[in-house]
């Protein structure tokens, strides 16, 4: 009978192991996908603001050569402001589809990809 006790006691902490096991790869899991998120987020933000630094120096010469072909020292930066003011109107219109769902894809994406090594794991079971 004591040695039955002895056994189950011991089942039962190797279950405790097991499950304490199971949370800490869990905990280790979702901070790794919190992680390449953020990675990710992070690289997309230097490119975007290398491609902002782009764009506005871009639409200074543009509006700087503008003014000089029409030979009226605002009406190039006007226009290159009118450019701009259309673009957001498209885009403020169009969030939705433009922004809104490709980001919230991409997230969705990243966080339910599996790792190669995983695949490669549960194909060789």
């Given at each position: 009978m004591n040695e039955t006790f002895e056994k189950i006691e011991g089942l039962t902490q190797h279950v405790k192991e097991?499950?304490?096991?199971?949370?800490?790869?869990?905990?280790?899991?979702i901070a790794e996908k919190i992680s390449q998120v953020v990675g990710n987020l992070i690289a997309v933000m230097v490119v975007m603001v290398l491609f902002l630094f782009v764009l506005v120096f871009g639409s200074l010469a543009g509006a700087w050569a503008l003014s000089e072909w029409l030979d009226n020292n605002w009406a190039g930066?006007?226009?290159?402001?009118?450019?701009?003011?259309?673009?957001?109107?498209?885009?403020?219109?169009?969030?939705?589809?433009?922004?809104r769902f490709p980001v919230m894809n991409?997230?969705?994406r990243q966080l339910g990809k599996k790792d190669k090594d995983d695949d490669e794991n549960n194909n060789h079971s």
């Open positions: 097991y499950v304490q096991t199971r949370i800490d790869l869990a905990k280790l899991e930066f006007l226009i290159v402001a009118g450019i701009y003011c259309l673009l957001a109107v498209i885009v403020w219109f169009a969030r939705g589809r433009l922004i991409a997230i969705i």
